[in-house]
T-cell receptor, first 113, second 111 residues
Framework: GNSVTQMEGPVTLSEEAFLTINCTYT??????LFWYVQYPGEGLQLLLK?????DKGSNKGFEATYRKETTSFHLEKGSVQVSDSAVYFC????????????FGKGNQVVVIP | DAGVTQSPTHLIKTRGQQVTLRCSPK?????VSWYQQALGQGPQFIFQ???????QRGNFPDRFSGHQFPNYSSELNVNALLLGDSALYLC??????????FGDGTRLSIL
């Protein structure tokens, strides 16, 4: 079945540091890939997406590139701010049109001033 | 333009009880999906409704049921509540191939 794997554990870093969160997936076919962000006490917000190989999604300084050869969709940001502290989820959309999302376990990101 | 709204925001129940959660989709959306998010985990797909029918279902028991109304709003019902049903329940709406938009969820606690 379809699945998403995110790197283990929370990520703690200083303001203006570089952020990388790893995401790999398993799927038949070519799914669409997403990053969602969840702030405390809130639901999920779509951060960025990519629908085919080599696509780069970007938003608010975050970027992720759809790598078919490594089945990865790693999230990066060059200079994080305290306001980026949140939980980040990688997700894929079933490639056969069922419009159901499969999520990774999420990564807590804490940015220290 | 209101986004996805869910009610109530918090709910406390005891084992064996039944609960109903509600969701109003974003304007223009006709598909509603429900997810369960246990503490420290990613959301898990429960089921999806389109045209008032359950279109697909995840790996959840029959104690979980739902409904979609003609105005596209939806309900999630859970019977015979178990301690393990304690979670954040998220509703997401979408239209055709557009990305899903999520509500803020209902936090359900089972005592």
């Amino acid at each position: 079945g379809n699945s998403v794997t995110q790197m283990e554990g929370p990520v703690t870093l200083s303001e203006e540091a570089f952020l990388t969160i790893n995401c790999t997936y398993t799927a038949t076919g070519y799914p669409s890939l997403f990053w969602y962000v969840q702030y405390p006490g809130e639901g999920l917000q779509l951060l960025l997406k990519a629908t085919k190989a080599d696509d780069k999604g970007s938003n608010k300084g975050f970027e992720a590139t759809y790598r078919k050869e490594t089945t990865s969709f790693h999230l990066e940001k060059g200079s994080v701010q305290v306001s980026d502290s949140a939980v980040y989820f990688c997700a894929l959309l079933d490639p056969y049109g069922n419009n159901r999302l499969a999520f990774g376990k999420g990564n807590q990101v804490v940015v220290i001033p | 333009d209101a986004g996805v709204t869910q009610s109530p925001t918090h709910l406390i129940k005891t084992r064996g009880q039944q609960v109903t959660l509600r969701c109003s989709p974003k304007s223009g959306h006709d598909t509603v999906s429900w997810y369960q998010q246990a503490l420290g985990q990613g959301p898990q797909f429960i089921f999806q409704y389109y045209e008032e029918e359950e279109r697909q279902r995840g790996n959840f028991p029959d104690r979980f049921s739902g409904h979609q109304f003609p105005n596209y709003s939806s309900e999630l019902n859970v019977n015979a509540l178990l301690l393990g049903d304690s979670a954040l329940y998220l509703c997401a709406s979408s239209s055709q191939d557009q990305p899903q938009h999520f509500g803020d969820g209902t936090r359900l606690s089972i005592l």
